[in-house]
């Protein structure tokens, strides 16, 4: 009997042992966010041109794989380290690859160019960028790359010649870089015609651009890195576009028609090649001018359209033409109070308002059956979907993606087929092949939950109401071994700001790892995206207008409310925890809400808006001079003495977005008051902590929120 209890014994425990879950260490939520616990995938699915194939990668984008619609089963085609043998690279992966015909792959790591043949498993190096070179766009049809050195924009061709496209020894001259700071949707300032006989380019003149004092402590002694950085009311950066003509070998530019320091952006060219489309935004962004330009000369020809705000005018998205063969175009406007489609003809014709709907147009991504259909992505049925759709110039509008989630698809040349990759909050990843109809052809991957093995929570996600009426979206994440008749301390994690959304339809709904680890060690973590973040149309979005850090605040403080109503919170423990705009509402809120948040953790906040970048903070709150009581009341040096909680202030040293003098203020007024607070540097990071680093911050940022919120 003793023998077979002993077994028995063994076996249960051996059991038990098997189904026992892994706990989640932070520094694996932290580091494995978009690895090891990331959800399955395919990356960078590309069709073949003019076939019904289609590659994509694995293997963190190291091996590449080939399918087709008839021959779905996926066959290896190459791996980093066949390829670097053949072309005698040292490419780290495939990453920024590009399928240039049924048998040949463009391969890069940012400097070099190499083309690689499928078939003969050869390859050459076409054209290598110098090591000095950043910001470089190849050209596929010639060959040919633009890059900048330091402030300047050169060309290298096929042959291997150099062209200095400007020479301008004045460093305050910038051409060839991103624009306005990234704003108005601007990532680049490069850009290549259709057929590469011209490029266009932003040149920024920063003369009346202040210069703000960072330091570089890796240098003995530390040396100074002075970074041109335009604060509200300030000078600002006058800019001019390019056009270089590649058999000329000559420059035109284009000014802005109104005021030297408005805002030229959105750039786009005709097919043709013979037009370029700018969007002229004037410095108070309220005004905005589609602008036509002649290519050759420079000489402006007519304004497409123009639109007007009181609030604000904010393009975001350049023309998009649909048909080679024309010179029509769609344009993404926010007139009617959400992203719609307006196609136009070049002579300033609205042709067809081709969208009429009442949820957000994302961007658009192709255009399909020779240029008949756009398609694009959108919101949709929820805000916190991105789904896609088709329409056709006649106004037709149709689904592609039925499932709600966060769906990316990819077309092929004759829009009769399309990859979707999706997730949504109870599927953790697939792959599908689609007709154009959006009928499924064939499931090619149903991801695996990599947490499953994991201890990990719950979300809950629900809707309050504001003030006005308006639905605000929330996740409650629980521990996984969660008791109603407990009660439990919370941290609300805080964005808040435009454009972003912290709550989508997604796997993990939108939140970090780390969040989750941070339920596990008995917290509930509480997140609300407030009127003024993004996805949600004009009216809910610019409530914000002048008075940054007030309906924000209402709507956390209805979170905190509906919080409160929940038997299984302990209201005495409440923290918050946010970044850049995120860490301005976290100390807003420790500020401002001061008897009901007992501890808060800041990382690069805001404190003070006339401290922020002109083009961002003027389209939200104007001028300083000219609101100077919304400025006032959304400083938070104005309320630093209402502070009674525990507040940790966290900055990296040479942050270039929110610069350190926001964090250096509102602690010597601290200082002023006599009041004492924590402060943590991170040397040498921007304005994210980012690396390894990033385990080491977030064990400051937690360790303090529980060690001060007991």
Same mark, same amino acid.
């Given at each position: 009997?003793?023998?077979?209890?002993?077994?028995?014994?063994?076996?249960?425990?051996?059991?038990?042992?098997?189904?026992?879950?892994?706990?989640? #260490?932070?520094?694996?939520?932290?580091?494995?966010?978009?690895?090891?616990?990331?959800?399955?995938?395919?990356?960078?699915?590309?069709?073949?041109?003019?076939?019904?194939?289609?590659?994509?990668?694995?293997?963190?984008?190291?091996?590449?794989?080939?399918?087709?619609?008839?021959?779905?089963?996926?066959?290896?085609?190459?791996?980093?380290? @066949?390829?670097?043998?053949?072309?005698?690279?040292?490419?780290?992966?495939?990453?920024?690859?590009?399928?240039?015909?049924?048998?040949?792959?463009?391969?890069?790591?940012?400097?070099?160019?190499?083309?690689?043949?499928?078939?003969?498993?050869?390859?050459?190096?076409?054209?290598?960028?110098?090591?000095?070179?950043?910001?470089?766009?190849?050209?596929?049809?010639?060959?040919?790359?633009?890059?900048?050195?330091?402030?300047?924009?050169?060309?290298?061709?096929?042959?291997?010649?150099?062209?200095?496209?400007?020479?301008?020894?004045?460093?305050?001259?910038?051409?060839?870089?991103?624009?306005?700071? @990234?704003?108005?949707?601007?990532?680049?300032?490069?850009?290549?015609?259709?057929?590469?006989?011209?490029?266009?380019?932003?040149?920024?003149?920063?003369?009346?651009?202040?210069?703000?004092?960072?330091?570089?402590?890796?240098?003995?002694?530390?040396?100074?890195?002075?970074?041109?950085?335009?604060?509200?009311?300030?000078?600002?950066?006058?800019?001019?576009?390019?056009?270089?003509?590649?058999?000329?070998?000559?420059?035109?530019?284009?000014?802005?028609?109104?005021?030297?320091?408005?805002?030229?952006?959105?750039?786009?060219?005709?097919?043709?090649?013979?037009?370029?489309?700018?969007?002229?935004?004037?410095?108070?962004?309220?005004?905005?001018?589609?602008?036509?330009?002649?290519?050759?000369?420079?000489? +402006?020809?007519?304004?497409?359209?123009?639109?007007?705000?009181?609030?604000?005018?904010?393009?975001?998205?350049?023309? +998009?033409?649909?048909?080679?063969?024309?010179?029509?175009?769609?344009?993404?406007?926010?007139?009617?109070?959400?992203?719609?489609?307006?196609?136009?003809?070049?002579?300033?014709?609205?042709?067809?308002?081709?969208?009429?709907?009442?949820?957000?147009?994302?961007?658009?991504?192709?255009?399909?059956?020779?240029?008949?259909?756009?398609?694009?992505?959108?919101?949709?049925?929820?805000?916190?979907?991105?789904?896609?759709?088709?329409?056709?110039?006649?106004?037709?509008?149709?689904?592609?993606?039925?499932?709600?989630?966060?769906?990316?698809?990819?077309?092929?040349?004759?829009?009769?087929?399309?990859?979707?990759?999706?997730?949504?909050?109870?599927?953790?990843?697939?792959?599908?092949?689609?007709?154009?109809?959006?009928?499924?052809?064939?499931?090619?991957?149903?991801?695996?939950?990599?947490?499953?093995?994991?201890?990990?929570? #719950?979300?809950?996600?629900?809707?309050?109401?504001?003030?006005?009426? @308006?639905?605000?979206?929330?996740?409650?994440? $629980?521990?996984?071994?969660?008791?109603?008749?407990?009660?439990?301390?919370?941290?609300?994690?805080?964005?808040?700001?435009?454009?972003?959304?912290?709550?989508?339809?997604?796997?993990?709904?939108?939140?970090?790892?780390?969040?989750?680890?941070?339920?596990?060690?008995?917290?509930?973590?509480? #997140?609300?995206?407030?009127?003024?973040?993004?996805?949600?149309?004009?009216?809910?979005? *610019?409530?914000?207008?002048?008075?940054?850090?007030?309906?924000?605040? $209402?709507?956390?403080?209805?979170?905190?409310?509906?919080?409160?109503?929940? @038997?299984?919170?302990?209201?005495?423990?409440?923290?918050?925890?946010?970044?850049?705009?995120?860490?301005?509402?976290?100390?807003?809120?420790?500020?401002?809400?001061?008897?009901?948040?007992?501890?808060?953790?800041?990382?690069?906040?805001?404190?003070?808006?006339?401290?922020?970048?002109?083009?961002?903070?003027?389209?939200?709150?104007?001028?300083?001079?000219?609101?100077?009581?919304?400025?006032?009341?959304? *400083?938070?040096?104005?309320?630093?003495?209402?502070?009674?909680?525990?507040?940790?202030?966290?900055?990296?040293?040479?942050?270039?977005?929110?610069?350190?003098?926001?964090?250096?203020?509102?602690?010597?007024?601290?200082?002023?008051?006599?009041?004492?607070?924590?402060?943590?540097?991170?040397?040498?990071?921007?304005?994210?902590?980012?690396? $390894?680093?990033?385990?080491?911050?977030?064990?400051?940022?937690?360790?303090?929120?529980?060690?001060?919120?007991?």
């Amino acid at each position: 009997m003793n023998k077979y209890f002993g077994l028995l014994v063994f076996l249960i425990a051996g059991s038990v042992a098997f189904a026992q879950k892994k706990q989640l #260490t932070l520094a694996d939520a932290v580091l494995q966010q978009n690895r090891g616990f990331r959800d399955e995938q395919f990356n960078a699915f590309t069709w073949i041109p003019g076939t019904d194939s289609y590659v994509y990668l694995s293997n963190n984008y190291q091996v590449m794989y080939q399918a087709s619609v008839k021959k779905t089963d996926p066959e290896q085609i190459l791996t980093i380290q @066949s390829a670097n043998t053949a072309l005698g690279s040292q490419l780290y992966n495939f990453y920024g690859f590009s399928v240039r015909n049924a048998d040949e792959l463009l391969l890069t790591d940012g400097n070099n160019y190499y083309n690689y043949n499928l078939k003969t498993k050869t390859g050459t190096k076409l054209i290598s960028v110098p090591e000095e070179g950043t910001n470089s766009e190849y050209e596929m049809n010639s060959g040919s790359v633009a890059y900048t050195v330091e402030n300047n924009l050169w060309i290298i061709n096929s042959k291997g010649e150099k062209i200095a496209v400007t020479n301008n020894a004045d460093k305050n001259i910038v051409s060839g870089q991103t624009y306005a700071r @990234s704003e108005f949707g601007i990532t680049d300032g490069i850009f290549w015609s259709g057929k590469g006989n011209y490029l266009a380019f932003y040149q920024k003149d920063e003369t009346d651009v202040k210069e703000y004092p960072l330091v570089d402590i890796t240098k003995l002694p530390a040396e100074l890195m002075n970074i041109k950085y335009p604060m509200a009311g300030q000078g600002s950066e006058k800019p001019k576009v390019g056009i270089y003509s590649v058999a000329a070998g000559k420059t035109v530019y284009i000014s802005p028609k109104g005021a030297k320091d408005s805002y030229l952006t959105n750039l786009s060219w005709t097919p043709d090649e013979n037009y370029v489309l700018v969007a002229e935004v004037n410095r108070e962004q309220d005004h905005m001018w589609l602008n036509l330009y002649e290519a050759k000369t420079g000489n +402006f020809v007519r304004t497409i359209l123009e639109e007007q705000n009181e609030k604000w005018v904010e393009p975001e998205h350049p023309a +998009f033409f649909p048909m080679q063969g024309s010179n029509n175009f769609a344009w993404i406007s926010e007139r009617d109070g959400f992203n719609n489609l307006y196609y136009y003809s070049i002579d300033g014709q609205l042709i067809k308002q081709l969208t009429n709907n009442k949820f957000v147009t994302k961007e658009i991504l192709q255009s399909v059956s020779k240029g008949k259909e756009i398609i694009f992505a959108a919101t949709g049925t929820s805000p916190l979907n991105t789904l896609y759709y088709a329409v056709d110039l006649a106004g037709k509008q149709r689904s592609l993606t039925l499932e709600e989630g966060t769906h990316a698809i990819a077309f092929n040349d004759a829009g009769t087929y399309f990859i979707d990759s999706y997730s949504s909050h109870t599927i953790p990843g697939k792959v599908e092949l689609k007709t154009g109809s959006g009928k499924i052809i064939k499931t090619l991957l149903v991801a695996k939950n990599k947490l499953a093995d994991i201890t990990i929570g #719950t979300a809950d996600i629900g809707q309050i109401k504001a003030a006005d009426g @308006s639905v605000l979206y929330t996740r409650l994440i $629980k521990p996984s071994n969660f008791d109603s008749n407990k009660e439990y301390p919370v941290m609300v994690y805080v964005y808040g700001g435009p454009h972003a959304q912290m709550i989508t339809n997604s796997w993990l709904d939108g939140a970090n790892l780390w969040m989750y680890w941070m339920a596990e060690q008995g917290y509930l973590v509480f #997140t609300l995206d407030n009127r003024g973040s993004g996805e949600r149309g004009f009216a809910f979005e *610019s409530q914000i207008h002048r008075q940054l850090g007030t309906v924000e605040i $209402k709507d956390q403080m209805k979170g905190i409310d509906y919080l409160k109503s929940l @038997s299984y919170v302990d209201t005495s423990r409440f923290a918050v925890h946010g970044w850049s705009f995120g860490g301005f509402m976290a100390t807003s809120l420790m500020l401002k809400q001061a008897e009901t948040f007992k501890v808060g953790v800041a990382g690069g906040p805001v404190t003070d808006w006339k401290y922020y970048e002109v083009m961002y903070g003027e389209r939200y709150m104007d001028r300083p001079e000219e609101n100077q009581k919304g400025y006032e009341e959304a *400083s938070l040096l104005t309320y630093a003495n209402k502070l009674k909680g525990d507040l940790l202030l966290i900055h990296g040293t040479i942050d270039d977005v929110v610069v350190p003098q926001h964090d250096d203020a509102l602690l010597k007024r601290f200082v002023e008051l006599g009041i004492q607070i924590d402060f943590f540097h991170y040397p040498m990071h921007k304005h994210n902590v980012l690396g $390894k680093d990033r385990v080491h911050l977030m064990q400051k940022v937690l360790d303090y929120i529980i060690e001060h919120n007991k």
